[in-house]
């Protein structure tokens, strides 16, 4: 993928998104390993050129189950089921790359990565405008995160190497046809050819 065409990146004003790369997640992915080693590149490639890291995960406090309504068509199952229970391995972050003193870590109890947190809070007072973005999956946390992070204005970069969806389909029609009008997408070795060119 081409990167003549992009804008510059400012690393200092930049933090990579890891998304719901946990435990119980990342066996979801296809090729979840390689897709999990490029993610580990991508984060080595921003911290060496100063940027941030930021980690995004969906897990449950028993306040939070009972606090779901029957309206949420998604969540209101994980609710009844109990599911991913903040103290869970299965709402880890994957440990191969797990979060470093300094990064920024939120929990999430839906699938946008700000609607429940207060990452863009965070993301502001380091003075971040652009973000990059891997996660796991394209249709859930990346799209909401995508839609959310255009809206508020960021610049936005989808790492097309960097998101899967059990769904292949799903996830071609997104990163080829719909995240183009609203975010940047490259792959990781565009990335780090955008960060050596700074």
């Known amino acids: 993928m081409s990167t003549t065409s992009l804008p510059t990146i400012t690393p200092e004003r930049t933090a990579l998104l890891v998304m719901d790369f946990q435990n119980g997640i990342v066996p979801m992915a ?3 390993d390689a897709l999990v080693e490029r993610v580990k590149g991508s984060i080595a490639d921003v911290r060496a050129a100063g940027g941030a890291i930021g980690y995004v995960r969906v897990a449950f406090t028993e306040d939070d189950w009972a606090a779901v309504p029957e309206t949420n068509k998604s969540f209101s199952a994980v ?14 972050v994957d440990e191969r790359i797990a979060p470093e003193d300094g990064d920024i870590v939120v929990r999430k109890i839906r699938y946008g990565s700000g609607s429940t947190t207060d990452l863009h809070e965070q993301l502001g007072d380091r003075g971040i405008d652009t973000l990059v973005l891997a996660g796991i999956s394209t249709s859930g946390v990346v ?11 960021y610049r936005v970069f989808v790492l097309a190497d960097g998101v899967a969806d059990p769904d292949a389909e799903t996830h071609q029609v997104l990163v080829e046809k719909v995240f183009p ?18």
């Open 30 to 32: 296809p090729d979840s």
């Open 143 to 153: 799209l909401s995160t995508v839609m959310d992070a255009a809206d508020r204005d």
């Open 79 to 92: 609710a009844a089921a109990k599911m991913l229970h903040h103290e869970d391995d299965a709402t880890q």
């Open 181 to 198: 009008s609203r975010a940047h997408v490259i792959d990781t070795a565009g990335l780090r050819e955008l960060l050596r060119s700074v």
